[in-house]
């Protein structure tokens, strides 16, 4: 791992600094101090040249004033709280209304705005990791309780970027994580994304109405947003939800489980998905300013549970830490 270097300072005069992982063959992660931001993730083709796979900023001061989540933690809940507010052991508790009517990534400054504590390791088989950690204060962006979350970032000798997350609090309250970066595998300056190929291993979707807002519904996938089958993006945008995306149910089973596989024909550069975490949110950069650039495939729980918890329990609560793990294989085809 390199040493740190200063990134900016952000407004607040909090200094922001940069880490880079790197693994014997020569891919290298760099993360931020600032929302766990994976700024660039440099990874070999199928003729082993080189390229940044996922879309980010070269200065703080894009970070502090765009909003793409690019790379970034998202919490303390990742996704769309419905109206901003839910009810839990009896008590309900207003959030921050930043998206429409919603309540979206864990608010107006969530854990992506916040500069992290950093710590390097380097894991028994010698992989370089960071570990990230930060205390969320009881009632930030509306949420109870004081909760202790740790994220460490690890880039494996075969070209792996594993994200394990570990939580505890003091008090019950709804927790779920996502690692919201934009892939192109063809590489962040390539253009479109239409000509990738995605597989998802869901055959169940929430539905969500005009403005993402989620319906509390579970449903069987439709030939718009099935991707059981590989599917070529450029074919499959155009009759997606909103041209956006929809939150998948992943299959039930405990440990890490293949959930998506990403390819791209002209690189070679595949990834390959596997979590512990219920749901996957496809989300096909509609809203980008170059739409379709880059593509995010964010494990993640069912984000309106706390009003609708037989669709998934996030509930975080004293004694019960929270993990998680997500891991991004990186490999080429011929």
Same mark, same amino acid.
């Given at each position: 791992?390199?040493?740190?270097? &200063?990134?900016?300072?952000?407004? @607040? #005069?909090?200094?922001v /600094? ?31 040249? &080189?390229?940044?796979?996922?879309l #980010? &900023? ?9 909003l ?5 933690? *998202?919490?303390?809940?990742a996704?769309?709280? @419905? *109206? ?8 309900t ?9 919603? $309540? ?9 705005? /916040? ?6 390791? @380097? ?6 990791? =960071? ?13 109870? #309780? %004081?909760?202790?979350?740790?994220? @460490?970032?690890? !880039?494996?000798?075969?070209? *792996?970027?594993?994200i394990?997350s ?13 690692? $919201?970066?934009?892939? %192109?595998?063809?590489? $962040? ?8 190929t995605?597989?998802? %291993?869901?055959? *169940? ?8 807002? =989620? ?9 718009? %947003? ?12 155009? $009759? =997606? ?43 096909? #950069? ?5 739409? /379709? ?22 509930? !975080? ?18």
């Open positions: 791992m390199s040493s740190p270097r &200063f990134f900016g300072s952000l407004p @607040t #005069g909090e200094s /600094h940069a880490y880079t992982l790197t693994n014997p063959s020569g891919a290298t992660v760099t993360i931020l101090t600032l929302g766990g931001i994976v700024t660039s993730l440099r990874l070999p083709d199928r003729h082993g040249a &080189f390229a940044d796979v996922v #980010g &900023f070269d200065n703080i001061a894009a970070y502090v004033t765009n793409p989540y690019f790379g970034a933690i *998202a919490g303390r809940v996704g769309r709280i @419905t *109206a901003g507010r839910f009810t839990l052991d009896g008590v508790y207003p959030l921050a209304i930043n998206n429409g009517r919603n $309540h979206l990534h864990g608010g107006v400054r969530g854990f992506d705005k /916040h500069v992290w504590s950093a710590t390097p390791v @380097t894991r028994p088989d010698g992989a370089d990791s =960071l570990l990230l950690s930060r205390l969320s204060p009881d009632d930030e962006e509306g949420y109870p #309780g %004081n909760v202790s979350v740790s994220v @460490t970032y690890t !880039l494996t000798a075969d070209n *792996a970027l594993v394990d570990e939580a505890s609090t003091d008090r019950a309250t709804p927790l779920s994580l996502t690692h $919201h970066s934009y892939f %192109n595998l063809s590489g $962040h300056d390539a253009g479109s994304v239409a000509d990738h995605l597989q998802i %291993n869901a055959d *169940a979707f929430a539905p969500a109405d005009a403005t993402m807002t =989620l319906l509390g519904l579970r449903e069987p996938v439709t030939p718009a %947003n099935d991707f059981r089958q590989p599917r070529r993006l450029g074919d499959a945008i155009p $009759h =997606l939800h909103q041209r956006h995306g929809d939150l998948y149910f992943l299959p039930a089973a405990s440990g890490l489980r293949e959930v998506a596989r990403l390819s791209d024909p002209a690189s070679g550069r595949v990834i390959t998905v596997r979590t512990t975490e219920s749901c996957l949110q496809l989300y096909v #950069g509609t809203a980008l300013s170059n739409p /379709h650039t880059g593509l995010c495939l964010e494990c993640e729980g069912y984000p309106d549970g706390p009003n609708t918890p037989a669709l998934g329990d996030i509930i !975080l609560r004293p004694g019960h830490p929270q993990r998680h793990t997500t891991r991004y294989a990186f490999t080429t085809a011929p």
